[in-house]
């Protein structure tokens, strides 16, 4: 499966933009998946995550609130609603689909756990 990431760019704090994850090659809808986002300097980290039913989510504390994860399994695509959002979220931002395990309903937020990735889409928060 290929996963392609897409929807960051330069936005204003405060504002709620939209990431798509496109999954193409075969479908994700038995797959757990999930956000990872990396800062500069920093490691990859954990943001939230969705089952493959999408009938449970989990999400960092950091992001608790104000960023919401969903899956279109019909469109074999997930998505990052992000509300409020402030200048440490700037980040690249990772999908990501746990490929190895089908109808899996344990949510994982080890980065290991997964093993297919999008390249990622930078989002910069301009204060």
């Known amino acids: 499966v290929q996963l392609q990431a897409s929807g960051g760019g330069l936005v204003q704090a405060g504002g709620f933009p939209r990431l798509t994850c496109a999954a193409s090659?075969?479908?994700?809808?038995?797959?757990?998946m999930a956000w990872f986002r990396q800062a500069p300097g920093r490691e990859r980290e954990f943001v939230a995550a969705?089952?493959?039913?999408?009938?449970?989510?989990y999400y960092a504390d950091s992001v608790k609130g104000r960023f919401t994860i969903s899956r279109d399994n019909v469109k074999n695509t997930m998505y990052l609603q992000i509300n409020s959002l402030k200048p440490e979220d700037t980040a690249v931002y990772y999908c990501?689909?746990?490929?190895?395990?089908?109808?899996?309903?344990?949510?994982?937020?080890?980065?290991?756990?997964?093993?297919?990735w999008g390249q990622g889409t930078l989002v910069t928060v301009s204060s």
């Open positions: 090659g075969r479908t994700i809808s038995r797959n757990n």
């Open positions: 969705i089952k493959w039913s999408g009938s449970s989510t």
């Open positions: 990501a689909a746990k490929t190895s395990i089908t109808y899996y309903n344990n949510l994982d937020t080890n980065l290991d756990a997964y093993d297919a």
